[in-house]
C-alpha cells in the first residue's frame, strides 16, 4: 500500500508520517517566530499545504489543521506557557474551535468537559485545543456585553478520548474524529480567550482579520487536489487506449479540451487567491484596516478556488471514461476528497451572496466579511 492508501485504510494519517512532517517543521509555517516557529507568508504556507496535498489530500488536510491551530495557539497563548508548549519540535495539535464544551472556573483553573467533532489529525496529536462556553458551577452561562464568554483549554493526550465517528466518504485519512474530555482540570496558563483577546504575537501575519487566516490555508489542499488529478490524467492519457479506437486517449478532443479547461480554471483560481491574500497582506504591513471589498474579494477567491479546483477534478476525471470508477484509480479519490473540502464553512459557496452585496455597496450580511 502506499501512504496514502494506508491512511485511507486506517482512516487516519500514519504516526511517522505525521513526525516526518513535524520534523520538516511544516505544522510550524504560521507558528511566531518567538516561540520556535517559521511565521511564513500566507502564499507560502498555501504552497506547503498544497504541495502535500498534491500527494495525499487527506494527509494535507490534517497538516493544513494542525497549521491553522499551532499559528493561532501559539500566538494566543502567553509566552512562558507557548514556549513551553513549542518547547517540543515534533509538537502536533488538534484542536476544534467550536464551543461545544462546558468550563467551569476553579481555583486557579477551569473544569473542562465536553465533546467535539471534526478534530482532523487527532490520533497523532500530543495536545487537544478546544473551546468551550464559561458557565458557573451551577450551570449558568457566563456572560459579558457581547454575550456568552467562550474559553479555549490545551488539555493533553493522556486526558482525551478519541471516538470513531469518521466514517465518511472523502479525505477519509484525515482522522477527524471525536474527541471527548471528560471533567479535566486545565490551570489558566494553559487557556486562551482569541474572541475576547488580542493576540499576543503581533507580527503581520497575526493581524490579518481571522476569518481570512481561516479560508486561506482551505485552498491549499483543493488546489493540490486538483493539481493531482491532472498529473493523473497526463499520465493516464498517456497510457490508456480507449476501447473501441487504436489511438491513445490524449489523441481524443475531448481528453484535450478538458485538460486545457482544467489547468485554465485551476491556474486562475490560484492566480487570484494569491492577489487578493497579497493585497490585505500589504495593507496590514503598512499599518491599515483591510476594507469590505478587500475582505470581500479574498473571500471570493478563497471559496472560487475550491469551486473550480473541483470543476478541474470532475473535467479530467470526465474525460478519462469509466476506468475512474474503481477505487484503485487515483481520480476517484481525488474526486471523494476535492468534493469533501468545499464543504467546509470557511470556503463554503453560501459566501458569494454575502460577497456580492459587499461589491454592490451593501451591508454584507455575512459574518465573515
Same mark, same amino acid.
Given at each position: ?17 505525521a ?10 509555517v !504560521?507558528? %511566531? /517566530? ?5 511565521e511564513?507568508h500566507?502564499?507560502?504556507? &498555501?504552497?506547503?499545504?498544497?504541495? @502535500? #496535498?498534491?500527494l495525499?489530500?487527506a ?19 502567553p509566552?512562558d ?22 468550563a ?24 487537544f485545543?478546544?473551546?468551550s ?12 456585553d !457581547?454575550? %456568552? /464568554? ?7 493526550r493522556?486526558?482525551?478520548? &478519541?471516538?470513531?465517528?469518521?466514517? @465518511? #466518504? ?6 477527524s ?12 496558563g ?28 482551505k ?13 493523473h490524467?497526463y499520465a ?25 479547461? !482544467? ?11 494569491f ?8 495593507? @496590514?504591513?503598512?499599518g491599515?484596516?483591510p ?10 477567491a ?9 470543476d478541474?477534478v ?14 484503485q484509480s487515483p ?10 473540502v468545499?464543504?467546509?464553512i ?23 466579511l
Amino acid at each position: 500500500l502506499s501512504r496514502a492508501d494506508e491512511a485511507e485504510a486506517q482512516r487516519h494519517v500514519s504516526a511517522d508520517v505525521a513526525r516526518s512532517m513535524a520534523a520538516a517543521g511544516l505544522y510550524r509555517v !504560521a507558528v %511566531p /517566530v518567538d516561540v520556535g516557529g517559521s511565521e511564513r507568508h500566507p502564499v507560502e504556507q &498555501i504552497k506547503t499545504i498544497e504541495a @502535500v #496535498s498534491r500527494l495525499d489530500g487527506a494527509t494535507g488536510w490534517a497538516l493544513m489543521i494542525g497549521i491553522e491551530a499551532m499559528g493561532i495557539l501559539g500566538a494566543a497563548l502567553p509566552l512562558d506557557e507557548a514556549n513551553r508548549l513549542f518547547d517540543d519540535p515534533e509538537l502536533i495539535l488538534a484542536a476544534a474551535l467550536n464551543p461545544l464544551g462546558r468550563a467551569v472556573a476553579v481555583d486557579g483553573g477551569y473544569q473542562v468537559t465536553g465533546q467535539w467533532p471534526f478534530a482532523s489529525g487527532c490520533h497523532n496529536a500530543d495536545y487537544f485545543w478546544s473551546q468551550s462556553i464559561l458557565r458557573t458551577s451551577d450551570g449558568e452561562v457566563v456572560a459579558d456585553d !457581547a454575550g %456568552p /464568554v467562550l474559553l479555549e483549554s490545551v488539555v493533553a493526550r493522556e486526558n482525551f478520548e &478519541i471516538l470513531d465517528t469518521w466514517h @465518511v #466518504s472523502g479525505l477519509r485519512g484525515s482522522g477527524s474524529h471525536d474527541i471527548r474530555v471528560d471533567d479535566v482540570y486545565v490551570p489558566e496558563g494553559a487557556t486562551t480567550r482569541i474572541n475576547r483577546r488580542p493576540l499576543r504575537a503581533d507580527g503581520t501575519l497575526y493581524r490579518l482579520p481571522s476569518f481570512c487566516r481561516l479560508a486561506y490555508n482551505k485552498v491549499g489542499v483543493a488546489t493540490g487536489i486538483a493539481r493531482a488529478s491532472i498529473d493523473h490524467f497526463y499520465a493516464l492519457a498517456t497510457e490508456k487506449t480507449p476501447r473501441g479506437t487504436r489511438n491513445k486517449l490524449r489523441e481524443r478532443e475531448d481528453a484535450q479540451l478538458a485538460v486545457a479547461e !482544467a489547468e485554465l480554471a485551476l491556474g486562475s483560481a490560484r492566480a487570484y487567491v494569491f492577489e487578493t491574500v497579497n493585497d490585505v497582506w500589504d495593507t @496590514v504591513e503598512a499599518g491599515g484596516e483591510p476594507s469590505s471589498r478587500q475582505r470581500a474579494l479574498l473571500q471570493l477567491a478563497c471559496s472560487g478556488a475550491c469551486n473550480a479546483s473541483i470543476d478541474a477534478v470532475l473535467k479530467v476525471a470526465a474525460a478519462a471514461g469509466a476506468s475512474v470508477n474503481f477505487t484503485q484509480s487515483p481520480l476517484e479519490r481525488c474526486m471523494r476528497d476535492v468534493m469533501v473540502v468545499r464543504q467546509h464553512i470557511m470556503v463554503s459557496p453560501q459566501w458569494f451572496h454575502g460577497a456580492g452585496r459587499v461589491l454592490l455597496g451593501l451591508e454584507s450580511g455575512a459574518l465573515v466579511l
